[in-house]
Structure formats: C-alpha cells, structure tokens
C-alpha cells in the first residue's frame, strides 16, 4: 500500500526535477507561497520574514545582487532581491558600502538581516557560485537553483558548498530551490546545505538536493554542537553518498521527505544530536538512519517511514544502523505544528506568479 502513494510522490517531484533542470521557477504550494510564511524551526526565535516590508528591487547579475543589499540605507534595511538569468563567476563582483560586506565569487550574505532573495521569471541559476550566510539573521532563499560549486579546481567558490552557513546564523528558511553537483569531494565538491558554528533556527522545504557525495551537515566536528533547531521537510534527495543530513549536536525535524540512491548512509545522527524522523519514504538506499563513522552516539525518533529496498551494514565500533527495524531511542519534543501525517504531495503545485501560486491537495498515505 505504502508503495502506490510512492509513485504518486515519485511522480509530483519528477514534475519538480524537470522544471528545475531546464531552469524554470519551481512551483509553491499555497500554503507557503500566497502568505510567503516560513515553516518548521525557522518560525521560533522570533520568525522569519526576510525582506518583507522593504524594497523589492530586480537583479539579473551577482554584482546586482550585492550592489542591491549595499544600496540599503543600513545593514538591517528590509529589501527582497528579485533574480532572474544565470548567476556565475564572470558577473559576480565585490561591491563595497556601510550596509554590506560582499566578495568576489560568492554571493556574500555576511552581517546583514532582513533579506530575501527568490529567483522569478525564466528562473535563477546559480552557476559554480555558491550562496555564504555568516553573522546574519532573517534570511530567505526560494525558487533558486545552484549547482557545481566547487572547493578545488577551477572556479572555486564558497569551500565547495552549494549554500553554507556559519558563525552565529539564526533564522534561514530556504524553500524551493535545487542544490546539485556533479560527483563528490574527488571531483571537487563538498556539501549542498551545511550549517556550523552557531547556526540555529532554519528550515530547508521542498527542494531538491542531488548528484552529490555529501548532501550537508549541521556541525563542522564532534565539538561543534551549537547548532541545531533545523528542520527538513518536503525534499527529494537523490544520488547521493551520504550526509543526508550529518547530525552532530542539537535538534533536526526531518519529516515528509523522499530519499532515493543513498549509495553509503542517510541521516546520521551523531555526537550527541536528536532527530525526529517522520513519515519519510526511503528507496533503493543504504544505512539510511544510524550514527556512522563515529563511537559518538546520535539518537532518534521515529515513526511512520517507509523503507523500500534498503540495505543495512552490521553494526561495529564506529557503526550502529538503526535498521533493519528502526526504533526510537530517544524522545524531540516539536514546538510548532506540523502536518507529519503521512501526506505527500498528489501532484505538484500549479501556478507561480512571483509569490503566490494556486491551491493544491495533499494525498492521504495509505494505512499501513
């Protein structure tokens, strides 16, 4: 039964691939697009709202990007920055001023707040340039792509993440956006979606995360573990070696997410971390949940996942799979609502029109 509401999930994000490969804005639900609401743990502290309220202003170039964020009357001022075309290293430049602190071949989000930036029209592609958030707060990235940012070799950008963030970050939501690459760290590559050093209150919601050695993680090292409140919700994960994501310290939600051609582990929850692990459908994968690569133990909580196809290792020193039959170790305790229930969606959302799109019905999973 669980694997009928499989296909129809397959086949709503099949939709959302396709749209991201050719670089069209990827549709929002209504729920989050119409009302431009944050979700999960990037609600608490405060909210996260972004650049509402303030200018709303058009870029087509990273250094319109960063001219756009320096024009503000102060490094606080609300702008929401619209992106349309490819963004890469040869219209990407260091713009300097009082409200911002911006560099060459990266998108620089550093000491700011009240931001958002949403990709519109044809769509934005961030291309071998990747997105750095450090010492900011209230952020929003959606309806992006970025992809092939790399750490070695040429270009380089953002120490091979797609988007990082680090030193004292709080309240990021990033929704709708494709992160990719194009093979591992031998390749080049590092993380699509890392958090460290103080990085705290964040949801990352219907996005699709692939072609990767390391999907991302929340803690730079065992000692790292002032992160967390992060949650993941709504995503795809594919073709990816592992850090799906790496846990170490703090809290991580992790519901309603698809994780297909996990060639190593998934989730791995460690040094400490607790994740609440909900309804997500796990294919054709291995060592999808467990603490791996470490004799620092993780724990979760878990209920209602599908796994289909998956693979367990034996557990050993530095191995402890939560398979072949997971069961909770620990209690996480939610404090907001979330819809955890078994939906996925029953067809992708249509309709984008900068920020709104047209209502959409969720489709019950079946009883298992």
């Known amino acids: 039964m669980g694997r009928a509401v499989a296909l129809r999930l397959q086949a709503a994000l099949a939709a959302m691939v396709t ?10 639900t209504q729920a989050s697009a119409a009302a431009g609401t944050a979700t999960g743990f990037a609600t608490g502290n405060g909210g996260t709202t972004g650049g509402a309220g303030g200018q709303t202003v058009r870029a087509t170039t990273g250094t319109a990007i960063h001219a756009a964020l320096c024009d503000r009357a102060s490094s606080s001022t609300p702008i929401t920055i619209e992106v349309e075309g490819t963004i890469n290293h040869g219209n990407t430049s260091k713009v300097s001023g009082d409200s911002c602190n911006t560099a ?5 989000l550093k000491q700011i707040s009240n931001v958002t930036i949403i990709g519109v029209g044809s ?27 790399k750490k070695s070799g040429s270009p380089t950008s953002n120490g091979g993440d797609a988007i990082g963030m680090e030193s004292s970050v709080r309240n990021v939501w990033v929704d709708h956006v494709t992160l990719e690459a194009s093979g591992g760290e031998s390749e080049g590559f590092d993380g ?6 103080d990085t705290q209150y964040v949801t990352l919601s219907y996005s699709i995360l692939r072609n990767s050695g390391r999907g991302g993680l929340i803690g730079s090292s065992e000692s790292d573990r002032s992160n967390g409140y992060v949650t993941f919700h709504h995503n795809r994960y594919e073709n990816i070696d592992s850090r799906t994501p790496l846990l170490r310290g703090g809290i991580a939600h992790i519901y309603n997410n698809h994780y297909v051609d996990l060639h190593e582990s998934g989730i791995n929850s460690r040094a400490g971390g607790r994740a609440k692990v909900d309804n997500n459908y796990f294919e054709d994968s291995k060592d999808v949940l467990g603490t791996f690569y470490t004799d620092e133990a993780g724990y979760w909580q878990v209920g209602g996942n599908i796994f289909d196809n998956v693979t367990w290792s034996s557990p050993g020193d530095e191995n402890n799979p939560a398979g072949p039959n997971p069961q909770s170790n620990t209690s996480v305790s939610i404090p907001y609502p979330a819809d955890a229930r078994g939906y996925f969606l029953e067809r992708p959302p249509s309709g984008l029109s900068g920020s709104a799109a047209a209502p959409w019905t969720p489709a019950p999973r079946a009883t298992r």
């Open 19 to 28: 749209a991201a490969a050719v670089g069209v804005a990827l549709p929002m």
């Open 123 to 149: 769509g934005a592609v961030f291309d071998q340039l990747g997105i750095h958030i450090r010492e900011a707060r209230n952020i929003i990235i959606r309806n992006v792509t970025v992809r092939n940012v």
């Open 104 to 108: 060459a071949g990266v998108i620089e």
């Open 192 to 197: 699509l979606f890392d958090m460290k050093n």
